[in-house]
């Protein structure tokens, strides 16, 4: 049944969201922290911890993938409602934000890369 | 045409559908024929979307009552919902097999992008704690921008900022892979993981990959799955309390 897949992923979506929401409250700063990452992090377990299980049939995990599919025509919906008037004075923010950011991280990966290949010689 | 209107407002979550499908199929063509694959049809999208938005105002085009369904569509209730459901295309096994290199390479890549994306903030006028930690998040991916930026409550216009980052680095990622992959030795699965590791955008990644050997797309998939995962899970909590640290 895909909606067992649907809830399992409502039930991980909203422990995240409350263990969010409250751990927002306990420090002071109000709001969600971190909730979407504890959300996430709840599906991978028990994901994990259910694939053991021949009762988690792939029909039941159609229904979080058809979800995880939709997420970029979210993203779509959520950025043509963004106030992008007021945002365009910051316009050189993000191109600079971007490109910079990007490409400093960048200049790590042959660093890096030597680091790990010299360890596992 | 007024009755038409109004069915298509009555039903406007249905109808946002509509409009992101059609939206979506015009880029993907756009992406295969015009721009032959070298930019993803996800990052034109999205840059078209940022686009349409700024023909609305303050909630972009769900200003027009036509296209109010797409704030539903595109709030933080299914933003969220879909977020979450992409985990399930990771798993701890994976993440094992990526090794200790591909975890130093997440944690590399979201920190140092999160500092220079929220620095340039900073330097540019952005100076509090939440508008530098939502830029910075944006300049991770357009996805771990306003998923933060929501969590700390900043304004829409740092929200759009920090998407328009993330789908500029998207785009800048996909062109530049291919033009410095022999610099940076990017011929082989280990540095294929630390690349998917340090830039993360998962689009990004996988275009840029294909444009240089597809061969080694997997590999650097594998990683970049969890830099959204990893970016949501420390921008709004941990470093944006080193932020305020910072900052204060």
């Known amino acids: 049944m895909k909606i067992y897949g649907v809830a399992l992923l409502a039930l991980c979506f909203l422990a995240g969201q409350i263990l969010g929401t409250y751990l927002g409250d306990w420090l002071g700063t109000g709001g969600n922290v971190g909730g979407v990452g504890f959300g996430m992090l709840f599906l991978i377990l028990l994901n994990d911890r259910f694939n053991l299980s021949r009762h988690y049939t792939t029909e039941s995990k159609d229904g979080i993938t058809f979800w995880s599919a939709m997420y970029i025509p979210v993203v779509i919906a959520m950025s043509a409602t963004l106030n992008v008037k007021s945002a365009l004075t910051g316009g050189w923010v993000a191109l600079f934000a971007g490109i910079i950011g990007t490409s400093a991280s960048m200049l790590l990966i042959p660093w890096l890369a030597k680091k790990f290949r010299t360890k596992s010689n | ?248």
């Open chain 2, 1 to 248: 045409m007024e009755l038409f209107n109004q069915i298509l407002i009555k039903n406007g979550l249905i109808f946002a559908f509509l409009a992101v499908g059609v939206l979506m199929l015009i880029t993907n063509l756009l992406s295969r024929y015009f721009f032959k694959n070298k930019i993803p049809g996800v990052a034109l999208a999205i840059g078209a979307a940022l686009v349409l938005a700024y023909f609305g105002n303050q909630h972009g085009i769900a200003d027009f009552s036509l296209f109010g369904g797409m704030a539903l569509l595109g709030g933080a209730m299914f933003r969220d919902f879909t977020i979450v459901a992409t985990s399930m295309g990771a798993s701890f096994n994976e993440l094992k097999k990526a090794g200790v290199a591909g975890v130093i390479s997440l944690f590399l890549g979201v920190v140092v992008t999160f500092f220079i994306g929220g620095g340039i903030g900073y330097l540019m006028g952005y100076r509090d704690a939440i508008s530098f930690t939502t830029i910075g998040a944006g300049a991770c991916t357009y996805i771990v921008g306003p998923i933060t930026g929501a969590s700390l409550g900043a304004p829409s216009e740092i929200i759009a900022i920090s998407v328009a980052a993330g789908v500029i680095k998207t785009i800048f990622i996909t062109i530049i892979t291919p033009i410095i992959a022999k610099k940076i030795g990017l011929d082989n699965p280990l540095t294929a993981m630390i690349f998917g590791g340090i830039v993360g955008t998962t689009s990004g990644v996988a275009a840029g990959l294909a444009a240089t050997d597809p061969k080694l797309v997997p590999y650097g998939a594998l990683t970049a799955t969890f830099y959204t995962g990893l970016g949501v899970m420390i921008c709004p909590t941990v470093l944006y309390f080193i932020v305020k640290l910072i900052l204060n």
